[in-house]
């Protein structure tokens, strides 16, 4: 036999859920966001070759557990096991530069040097299709690019600043290369300002390492602690994930470039983080160069 529940009763029941689920998140208002990974607990923590220990750059490759990667300083493309981080296979195609980023886009492959050239290979040997200037240049300091399939473009992230006037200063930019077009963007598809950093971290009540988050973005440091090494896009929930080895931070934009979280990343597990690619499954994998010990990959399985 069922017992009715009072009127009254159940009304203050759902008053209180309700009452104790705003205290909840005005309490810890980015754990709706902090989702996806526990970026400082990795699943998996690979050493690279000594050949890898200025690895600047990864994208994924034919499939989720082969990686290509690309190195500062060496026209090497070397294929890597997402497994083991092992070196399947290299090929040299162009002499010594200042290779930032690599991106895989079937049928080619391409790659960027930080000064705004842009290298267009095959997908199977390697071999350079065309070289050319992306509309940026040394000052803009590309070092991250994502390939966009849906639009065909290169989205290309600024580590130095949109303009050398006080108010562009600090801001880094993002623009749009149209690979239909062969055409730069005018304008940046977004932009991350200091003072949106500033405030975002100063409003935020409960992040990970918040103190220490804190103490490097404020309106009393003169110098914008981030310069985007790379960028790529969550294929599960379609936002923009920014890597930024100065200030060892991962921001989350989302499509009209608001930032929804920021993740202080431990330097002991990511010395200088330089490369990201997401899996088909939106599973992470983040390459570190090395410093004063050999380059790594983390990998972070997706949470949810």
Not at 215 to 226: I, L
């Amino acid at each position: 036999m069922s017992v009715k529940q009072p009127v009254f009763s159940t009304v203050f029941n759902i008053v209180t859920f309700l009452f104790l689920s705003i205290g909840l998140l005005n309490c810890y208002p980015l754990r709706s966001q902090a989702y996806y990974f526990n970026f400082n607990t990795p699943d998996k923590k690979i050493e690279l070759d000594s050949q890898l220990i200025e690895i600047s750059g990864i994208t994924t490759y034919k499939n989720d557990t082969t990686l290509l990667a690309i190195q500062d300083e060496s026209g090497i493309i070397y294929q890597l096991s997402g497994n083991s981080g092992k070196i399947l296979r290299q090929v040299s195609f162009t002499p010594k530069g200042d290779f930032e980023d690599i991106q895989y886009a079937p049928p080619f492959v391409y790659v960027n040097k930080s000064n705004g050239t842009i290298f267009q290979l095959d997908d199977k040997n390697f071999n350079v299709l065309k070289t050319f200037d992306s509309g940026l240049n040394k000052e803009n300091d590309i070092e991250g690019m994502f390939y966009s399939s849906g639009t065909q473009s290169l989205l290309l992230s600024c580590k130095g600043p949109l303009k050398t006037n006080l108010d562009e200063y600090n801001r880094r930019a993002v623009f749009i290369y149209d690979l239909k077009k062969n055409k730069l963007s005018s304008e940046p598809m977004f932009s991350i300002s200091k003072e949106s950093v500033n405030t975002f971290i100063s409003d935020a009540k409960n992040t990970n390492d918040s103190e220490t988050l804190k103490s490097n973005y404020n309106d009393k440091v003169k110098e914008f602690n981030f310069g985007p090494s790379a960028i790529a896009v969550d294929p599960i929930s379609k936002n923009y994930f920014i890597l930024s080895s100065v200030g060892k931070i991962m921001l989350v934009v989302d499509q009209s470039g608001k930032i929804i979280n920021i993740f202080k990343l431990k330097k002991e597990i990511y010395p200088q983080p330089e490369g990201m690619a997401f899996d088909s499954k939106g599973n992470l994998y983040i390459s570190s160069e090395g410093k004063k010990g050999k380059g790594s990959l983390v990998y972070l399985k997706r949470l949810k």
